[in-house]
């Protein structure tokens, strides 16, 4: 079943009913100042860091849900409605939300009239603008009381839902015509402050909770909307909001336009103040006045627009199946850039408070929109390699407003390190851009520490190669990719961290999986040190490589599959005589994508495992047979309900792994057949069961042994975004950037007939038509570059402005 469909001409999805399965949200900015909107008008703002500087409040695990957001009430009569149905869930006439590319457009209508709520954030400004528009489609005249409303948070959300003994205290506005200011702690040590604020002198405010929705009144019957109106209440303390009254008569057939918007300000300290205790608004001001011209709202849209047509423009399909053509051309690439910016902070399943931006998390998401912003790639690598200490371990995570590491989960994830390699190499392979490799960076934050950051890539390889266990495996730490596999952790006391709790370094398990990783991204590294003409280095790790791929095929192959791990006592994990969890998913993707086995058989033999053992019709779980029981040996794994996250649920990051693996022993009908199997467009039908938004991944869907097979959760912030993106541009369709060119080595179903992909790459334009009237799953015959034939299957970089016509030949 579907609430809704595509509109891919416009680049949208369009909603048709409020009452889909969960709040579908939609990310709104880019670049500073973000908004999470669902498609019921619900969600909240902040600047930069969804913990530290969130704008306005939300509350997690409410009922019902999605309880707080950007509201408009439209009195008319004795009807309250709202134009996005929540939160009074008046019946509406018509509704409808649709979705787009960094802006959401909400329409309901009821006895008559019609309201259109436009919400964006607009290029390089820091603010959110809501346009309402309202129209009277009856033959009577209206009039209308409008009242827009949001909750105003503290600042630090997780002291503005925890400590309210000070915080009931501290809530402080002021109100300047328009315009609502939230200046709670800006008399001490805050220089920023947020204001909403109207294009429109209005008739009416409320700045204190109480007085708008009443001590026991609620969001879905506020006393102010269904009473008597707004009484200019100033918070102090408590819970300040931002609500106004407009009153508004619309003759017949007549519209009216209301601009709302929700800035964010910082001044200098020596600013701060226009006088004792009243905010300098100088740059409020300048804010307002930038949109005051009605034509600024569609100028901003019209900008913003134009920046994804020239993101997308960087990778473009025309497959002739539709399907596969929106999740290239938008959705997929969307959810890429909004991986990117929010890497596993805040969406509708993590709260912003929890988790800062995580290492491996961010590393994986350059492999998703480096071909976007290689600029903001660059950066984000210097960011994320600050955070490494000298013995080239990682801090796991780190807070977005001050790049400083997270002290509370620290460091010990072996897999960390590596993924630095993986996420500079397709850097390296975008741009060509090898001065990156000289930027001197930090070490721990430390700027008396900093070296190039080639010597961060050094390091990255040499922690593993270092950190070798009995098998000559590398120690999985306090987890690998996979953050529930504790092998070191032995928690028995509740709510101790799966994560930091035990010791770190345990000197006996090990991990597969980082083997697998240690060859895939330890031949990136030899192919940058053979650039750079560092021989001796190269063939030394080559050397460490070779040993590796020995190792992995020895300790590390099971008969049929790849193992997972050793355990602290140096038992299997992931193999046949395993009671439970015999096969896991992770290092038969890892490993083969790595080449390992692929000319000795025994990645066929995996792969063919993990078809027999893992698929699914929803997807391939990660392991089985799932955990049945808690197992202190391996930690979080077996804390969940078999079926769900890590403990055998469908997790969608590793799909994708498996389509590069098939794609890299050429077999494209399976490659493709696992990539449509969670592709969202392609189960879009089953929206009742799948339950998360149908035009983004989500991270998990409840595997086979779970009651609720099928069912997604934690959807928008996964590296699936990445993953799957790069499976498919790179590994199905195969436009595989490279140092020196690009591969041109697709993987596709027989029954394909050809394709034809637009890229743009390190500044040239390559239109590359593929022809497989031949029917081929793999192996390029012939190709052709601006109608010259050249032999194997790399085309050299190109001039920067020039178009490329690129025509190859399966067979
Ligand atoms: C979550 C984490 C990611 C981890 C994965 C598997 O998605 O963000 O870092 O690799 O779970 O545990
Ligand atoms: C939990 C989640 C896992 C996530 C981790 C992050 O363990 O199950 O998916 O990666 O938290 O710390």
Known sequence: MQYGYFDDARREYVITTPRTPLPWINYLGSEAFFTLLSNTAGGYSFYKDARLRRITRYRYNASPLDGEGFRVYIRDGETVWNPGWQPVQTELDRYQCRHGLGYSVLEGAKNGVTATQELLVPNGDDCLLTRLTLRNDSSGTKRLEVFPYIEICLWDTMDDSSNFQRNFSTGEVEVCGAAVYHKT????????????????????????????????????????????????????????????QHTLLLPPGGSVRLLFGLGYIENPREEKWERPGVVNKTRAEAMMARYADPAAFDAAMDALRAR?????????????EEKLDRMVNIWNQYQCMVTFNMSRSASYFESGMGRGMGFRDSCQDLLGFVHMIPERARERILDIAATQFPDGSAYHQYQPLT????????????????????????????????????????????PALARPLLEHLRRSFDYTRTHLGPHGLPLIGRADWNDCLNLNCFSEHPGESFQTTGPSEGPVAESVFIGGMFV???????????????????????????????????????????????????????????????????????????????????????????????????????????Y???????????????????????????????????????????????????????????????????????????????????????????????????????????????????RINPCIPGKCRGFTVTRRWRGATYRIHVDNTAGAEHGVVSLTVDGAAVPGNLIPPAAPGSTVEVEAVMG
């Open 520 to 626: 895939q991204y330890g031949r990136a590294w030899v192919d940058i040190l053979r650039h750079l003409a560092l021989e001796a280095e190269a063939d030394a790790a080559q050397r460490d490589v070779d040993a590796m791929v020995q190792t992995v095929l020895s300790a590390g192959w099971d008969g049929a599959w790849f193992r997972r791990a050793y355990d602290a006592e140096g038992r299997v994990v992931g193999g046949a005589a395993c009671e439970e969890g015999q096969i896991f998913i992770e290092p038969q993707g890892m490993c083969v994508m790595a080449g390992i086995g692929v000319e000795t058989g025994e990645a066929a033999a995996a792969l063919k495992s993990v078809e027999e053992r893992l698929d699914t019709k929803y997807g391939i779980v990660l392991l089985q047979p799932a």
């Open 308 to 320: 994804w047509d020239g993101l997308l423009s960087a990778y473009q399909l025309c497959s002739g």
């Open 628 to 742: 049945t029981r808690y197992r202190l040996e391996l930690g979080e794994i077996s804390s969940y309900p078999p079926g769900y996250k890590e403990n055998a649920g469908i997790f969608c990051h590793n799909n994708p792994w498996i389509v590069c693996a098939e794609a890299e022993l050429g077999h494209g009908d399976r490659a493709f057949a696992v990539y449509r199997r969670t592709a969202p467009a392609y189960i879009e039908d089953i929206s009742d069961i799948h339950r998360t938004e149908p035009y983004v991944y989500s991270q998990m869907i409840a595997g086979r042994d779970a009651p609720s097979f099928g069912e997604a959760k934690n959807s928008w912030l996964t590296g699936t975004a990445a993953w799957t993106f790069l499976s498919i541009s790179q590994a199905i369709l195969g436009v595989k950037p490279e140092l020196d060119g690009l």
């Open 403 to 446: 790049k400083k590491g997270n002290l509370a989960v620290g460091s010990g994830f072996n897999d960390d390190p590596l993924w630095l390699i993986a996420g500079t190499d397709a850097y390296l392979r975008e741009t060509g851009d090898w001065s990156i490799l000289d930027e001197r960076v930090d070490f721990d934050n430390d």
């Open 185 to 244: 702690e800006y008399r001490e040590r805050r220089d920023h402050f947020a204001f909403f604020w109207a294009d429109r002198e209005p008739d009416g405010f409320d700045t204190a909770r109480e007085a708008f929705l009443g001590v026991y009144g609620s969001p879905a019957r506020p006393r102010a909307v269904f009473g008597g109106g707004c009484t200019g209440s100033i918070a102090h303390g408590w819970q300040p909001v931002a609500a106004q």
